[in-house]
């Protein structure tokens, strides 16, 4: 672990780095299943029949698993954790 206590990032980028590109965060108030929920609702037009078959909750969690998206806290989510 490097001297300062901080592990660096899978991704190869130091705690410097990501500490430099902070103003580049993009945040949702809101869980990843809310997110997932807005961005279907704003990108697709599907009629309102079919709106209840999509799973909020897991299309949420797997944008998490995918590093598509993150959540800090429960309520707070990065919406453009790949990009970083």
Known sequence: MPASG????Q?????EDA???????ILF??????????L???????????????DHEALGRDMVLNGEIAEIRRGLTVTNASEL
Do not use: K
């Open 40 to 54: 279907i609702e704003e990108c697709y037009d599907l009629p309102q029949a079919l709106r209840s078959y999509i």
């Open 29 to 38: 108030e809101g869980t990843p299943a809310d997110y997932a929920a807005e």
């Open 19 to 25: 500490l430099a590109r902070h103003e580049e965060v």
């Open 6 to 9: 901080h592990s660096a990032p």
């Open 11 to 15: 991704s190869g980028s130091t705690l």
